[in-house]
């Protein structure tokens, strides 16, 4: 993570250069801080691929008229302890943020609380969403139906399901808190992207052909699909997650997907859910939190594999990224940094320090 | 399926001998005939190695003095769409049976409901209890921590982790229900000892041995550990499971579980949870049902590999299972029937019919 430490950016001076173009592109100015807020965070927790990474995309999305800059994010129905939440085609950041705040009000009361969202959009790192109950000391869970699919049902070679994320947030006591993020796919497809870039290839079981064969050239990527974890197992989850961010919010799941690589115009109808369990509600919090730190403890105290180091928890490279980012900036990758600087020079806006 | 076709055991006979069992060892009598009820209905449904065939062991531990067999299973703490229940070391099937209900009630009123237990025990197939709520047109969805650690933490070699499995059942219109059960690891510890039994090699990648090396086998399954699903995400998933199933509900997680098939004594104080979404809170009933079979006609419609007979949705395999064997009973393994009849012999009961 180090690469480029010689050109940090700060964290704030990256949410405000987010912000100002998204000021230029017509979002109001509360939605515009918002949704560079939640992607300079992206960023800060080593989600390269899913913070200013995408904002020429999105910004390409919004001028191309496939956002909608001015959304009525409205309850559709809702009970004490779960809502159906309309994001009226918004950023998928400003709908999921509304989501996770009703989930948490609900879970206040109710003990936990479930909002399901429609019309929404790519919304950044699953881990983002997992993560905003814990402020509130409770359990955040997130899943999301990828922005365009890439694998076929087990058996089959047509793409009808997307990397489907499941994501979850468990606040702890001395330790960081246990975070995990992680598609249903061996590798993310952004992932794959990656070996493109640096000119390596794949290892066997990330990808296979139409004919079922591993593919190991990422240049070839588009000539076949990735492979869920567990195999079966894999699709069977990714499909139960595009049932319950999809099929049950009334959001697009299975052909009716958008890629929203390819396509900048159609509203993508997103799918997405987040959960929120008050520890409170369970037993006592600091209790809870004491307990999660033995597990922790329990969980690297192991002895080690030959050729491992270390035992990880799911979030700690990410928490140590972030602590390291908070302080010392976020290296912004000279390609993308180039990609940044023609999208301020587009918008007229300062470029990035 | 049709291996022992020429002698099958009506499921009503099955669960009739399984309750005369339990009610020899002085279960009372509602208690007997529910916990039978659900281990016929695990044989029904295919999980063999969930169902009859732990009736011995059940026994064992009953008499052993290792299981509470007039337990005051009761709420410890409550919100409007969430309890914790208190299972008394109850049969696992007759804690995790009333945790549905109260999820169900809960759901009812508050749209979603979610029962986490504590000092429960051992209670068969996870789909068992994801399914329950599909009955009242209910999502069910059900996570358990297994009853004996099969596997480490990604990295290390000391066992910490269990098989956590997650169950989801979905109600359907015209074709059958979705229904996932799955371990987190690539094999179920129950398939490791059937290749003992079948005497046969394991996969790669079923079990590695203490250095990290391929262990195939299945003899030598005592030398090595389960892989999890996907390497360090299934690693992941397991863990949170263990923490929302276990740590939440103030029940066994880590070093704390005891291997039940090693100690009939000592209270396994497991820890599981029943979340239920009531359908009718998202959106129209039949529509999601109908949306439903969209999936399943999607999914079943790709184009195939080659060497797939047939594409296949969660579940599907296990209700034709559980339709053949409804009507046709179920076939008992000839070594299972020699302990059984060992069993009844001992209880002083009619053997199996």
Redesign the interface.
């Known amino acids: 993570m180090n690469t480029h430490a010689d050109r940090r950016t700060p964290v704030e001076d990256l949410a405000g250069f987010i912000e100002t173009a998204y000021l230029k592109v017509g979002l109001p100015e509360k939605d515009a801080k918002l949704a560079a807020g939640l992607m300079a965070e992206a960023d800060r927790i080593g989600a390269d691929g899913h913070g200013v990474f995408r904002l020429p995309q999105y910004i390409e999305r919004i001028q191309a008229g496939g956002m909608n800059i001015t959304p009525d994010i409205r309850i559709d129905?809702?009970?004490?302890?779960?809502a159906?939440l309309n994001g009226d085609n918004a950023m998928g950041h400003l709908v999921i943020h509304r989501a996770a705040q009703i989930a948490m009000e609900?879970a206040e009361?109710?003990?936990?609380?479930?909002v399901?969202v429609h019309h929404s959009n790519h919304a950044g790192p699953a881990a983002l969403y997992a993560k905003m109950p814990m402020e509130r000391d409770m359990?955040g869970l997130y899943c999301a139906i990828g922005n365009a699919n890439h694998l076929?049902?087990?058996?089959?070679?047509?793409m009808?399901l997307s990397t489907n994320p499941?994501a979850?947030g468990?606040p702890s006591g001395e330790q960081a808190p246990?975070v995990?993020d992680?598609?249903t796919t061996?590798a993310a497809y952004g992932k794959v992207k990656q070996k493109v870039m640096s000119g390596e290839m794949m290892p066997e079981g990330w990808m296979v052909d139409?004919?079922?064969q591993p593919l190991t050239d990422p240049r070839r990527a588009d000539e076949g699909f990735l492979l869920p974890?567990?195999g079966?197992?894999?699709y069977?989850?990714g499909?139960?997650i595009?049932?319950?961010a999809g099929?049950?919010?009334?959001a697009a799941?299975?052909?009716d997907v958008i890629d929203f690589n390819a396509d900048n115009k159609t509203t993508t109808n997103t799918g997405q859910f987040v959960l929120a369990?008050?520890?409170a509600?369970?037993?006592d919090v600091d209790e809870?939190k004491r307990?999660?730190d033995?597990?922790w403890e329990?969980?690297k105290?192991?002895?080690?594999?030959?050729?491992?180091d270390?035992?990880?928890?799911?979030g700690e490279r990410s928490h140590q990224v972030s602590v390291d980012r908070g302080t010392h900036g976020i290296p912004v990758h000279p390609d993308l940094r180039i990609r940044l600087d023609a999208l301020a020079a587009k918008l007229g806006i300062d470029p990035l320090t």
Chains 1, 2 share one sequence.
Do not use: H, Y
Request: net charge positive.
């Open positions: 129905s809702e009970r004490a302890a779960m159906v609900k009361t109710c003990g936990i609380g479930w399901g359990i076929p049902p087990w058996g089959g070679t047509e009808l499941i979850v468990v246990i995990l992680m598609a061996v139409k004919l079922g974890i567990g079966p197992k894999g069977g989850l499909l139960i595009g049932i319950l099929t049950l919010n009334g799941f299975g052909r369990l008050d520890i509600a369970f037993m809870f307990q999660v033995v597990v329990t969980m105290s192991s002895p080690k594999l030959p050729g491992f270390e035992i990880r928890l799911p």
